[in-house]
């Protein structure tokens, strides 16, 4: 989808609430859901932008995207079959500093509903957490054996600079390995998209 497109840039409340947009559009194979924005993220309007989060570059080491993506190059992503959003989207900071009213799990399912990603990966176990009613002990890394209106649903070690000693590529790895059975059952090579 084109940097300029309004599907891939759309703010569902109709109020420009979101601190960073949606990145949403139909037949995107993974949907890749954060907690909400870092304050970093907030003021730049770009998903991820920390310096020391490690998402774009975990994207290029795993398969995900071809080349490492700046943060700004957010928009790119439905060329590689991969959508972006948060559970909480009007908010920034750190998980345990949200207030209780900034998760919106039922705002995510209509969401899924709407766009029908083949996969749901949280970032982190605390947005899982929030959406599946799981307490974060009980979420282990990988596919979960939940689904999100027909999605399969995977939970991933957070890129956040404040989850590196806990963080491992493994699960990333899987994941990028699921993302390209499917592409490959759809007839979506990775490696033919932009």
């Known amino acids: 989808m084109a940097e300029g497109s309004t599907e891939a840039q759309a703010d569902l409340t109709g109020g420009g609430e979101y601190l960073v947009p949606d990145v949403l559009q139909p037949g995107l194979t ?16 770009a998903y991820y932008a920390n310096p020391t989060n490690k998402f774009w570059r975990v994207l290029h080491e795993v398969g995900l995207t071809p080349r490492r993506l700046s943060p700004h190059e957010y928009p790119a992503l439905p060329g590689y079959g991969i959508g972006l959003t948060d559970v909480a989207k009007r908010h920034s900071g750190v998980d345990s500093a949200l207030p209780t009213a900034a998760w919106r799990p039922a705002e995510l399912l209509d969401k ?83």
């Not at 993974?30 to 309007?45: E, F, K, W």
């Not at 390995?177 to 033919?192: D, F, K, M, T």
Request: charged share 15%; proline share 11%; hydrophobic share 40%.
């Open 112 to 194: 899924v509903g709407r766009y029908r990603p083949r996969l749901v990966a949280f970032t982190s176990k605390r947005g899982a957490s929030e959406t599946l009613g799981v307490p974060t002990g009980r979420l282990p890394y990988g596919p979960q054996p939940h689904s999100l209106q027909g999605a399969e649903v995977w939970v991933l070690p957070s890129t956040s600079p404040l989850g590196h000693t806990h963080f491992t590529l493994e699960p990333w790895r899987a994941l990028a390995r699921r993302v390209a059975e499917l592409q490959a059952l759809e007839g979506a090579s990775p490696a033919a998209l932009p």
């Open 30 to 45: 993974l949907l890749l859901v954060g907690t909400a924005p870092s304050r970093i993220s907030a003021a730049q309007r």
